[in-house]
């Protein structure tokens, strides 16, 4: 039985660390995978407060995540963790998510960070479920304050999209109205990558262009933008068409604006009922997912000694044939997902793998998606034809 090592201190973690002398540490220890989780979070702040300039104790690189024993060393932690430690899994991801928006510093030390919440969403499910409850609280937030809104302007004839605070400067409206704003200044610019990635906004300083390009296709008055000195708000108004109004108008006739309203209201609800049946479907697909996954992890010490074998002899540097035979034989002997496959031959990144050999395995028959609707979905698993 392996001994249990207690880390003196984070420093000596990070000479540790840093000098590959790992071995005597026990990363099976649940007090020890404790201990290593809150020091993973006392170094997410180091590596912030040093790139905000601010003096720190501890001797550490700026790029020190970005070192190859770090993210090895992290990601077989995540992947052996106890399931007791669950609360304290769900504060590591959500300082790791907070990390990633606000960081500053290299783009290569934000890519490392986001394949280890990989790795922790691929092992503990509630995390996921902590991850879309953070997206349905952004677009909550962002949609249902305006749907009243939206509604009572749209009966005026126009359609009003008032947010807060207002643009930062220089940006000017004058410009915005012109449609030749070029913006140098983001709010956080983190938040804007990350909600583009969900297909919730578009890229950065697009968004005007389009909304011009869309309303004069339309025949529609061109889009007013208004803010106050202090940039407080910033209101969007989209005149409605003039031929769009009169239809309304004419089909309507005589039907009060209360009852319109209702009706409106009652579309709205509609959908939300939709959304919500949807997010239904969602979940029972995930409950399968997640029940698949349970059993090819069961599978995982069974792995046949001659297929053990062959995997064994791809060495180090592999051809790209041998890693897709290699791959066709895991996936003929169990459905396997990319994080898995991975894992089984030794490769840390998992999106290259996919790029790479899995999505063109797919596309050449000899490979074939488990759940074909969910294409590229982070739980999706492939079996050999």
Not at 236 to 252: D, G, S, V, W, Y
Request: net charge negative; proline share 6%.
């Amino acid at each position: 039985m392996q001994k249990t090592y207690c880390i003196k201190d984070l420093q000596s973690f990070i000479y540790a660390l840093q000098n590959d002398n790992l071995a005597h540490i026990n990363v099976t220890d649940i007090h020890t995978q404790s201990q290593l989780l809150d020091y993973f979070i006392q170094l997410l702040d180091l590596v912030t407060s040093m790139y905000k300039g601010e003096r720190v104790v501890s001797h550490l690189h700026p790029e020190f995540f970005v070192c190859f024993e770090t993210e090895t060393f992290f990601s077989q932690l995540f992947t052996s963790l106890d399931p007791s430690l669950s609360p304290k899994v769900n504060v590591v991801f959500q300082r790791s998510c907070n990390f990633i928006v606000n960081f500053i510093g290299s783009p290569e030390t934000i890519l490392v960070i986001q394949r280890l919440i990989e790795t922790l969403k691929t092992h503990f499910s509630h995390v996921n479920e902590t991850f879309e409850n953070a997206i349905d609280a952004i677009t909550t937030s962002f949609l249902e304050p305006t749907i009243g809104a939206f509604i009572d302007s749209h009966e005026k004839g126009i359609d009003e999209i008032l947010s807060f605070p207002g643009p930062l400067p220089p940006l000017k409206i004058e410009d915005l109205n012109k449609g030749a704003a070029r913006v140098r200044t983001y709010r956080n610019r983190r938040i804007g990558d990350f909600l583009k990635e969900l297909h919730l906004t578009e890229g950065r300083c697009t968004g005007v262009p389009k909304i011009r390009n869309a309303m004069e296709i339309n025949g529609s008055p061109p889009p007013i933008f208004q803010t106050d000195e202090n940039h407080s708000f910033f209101l969007a108004t989209l005149p409605i068409h003039p031929e769009a109004t009169k239809k309304i108008t004419n089909k309507q006739e005589g039907v009060p604006l209360e009852n319109k309203t209702h009706q409106l209201r009652d579309e709205t609800h509609q959908l939300k009922a939709e959304t919500h049946q949807l997010k239904a479907e969602t979940h029972q697909l995930k409950s399968e997912t997640h029940q698949l996954t349970d059993e090819i992890q069961q599978n995982q010490e069974k792995l046949p000694l001659e297929l053990k074998v062959k995997i064994d002899e791809l060495g180090k540097r592999p051809t790209i044939e041998q890693l897709k035979f290699a791959i066709c034989l895991l996936c003929a002997w169990n459905p396997l997902t990319a994080q898995q496959i991975a894992e089984f031959l030794n490769r840390k990144d998992k999106k290259h793998l996919v790029r790479q050999y899995l999505t063109p395995l797919v596309k050449d028959g000899l490979l074939k998606y488990v759940y074909p609707e969910r294409g590229s979905s982070p739980n999706q698993a492939y079996k050999a034809q």
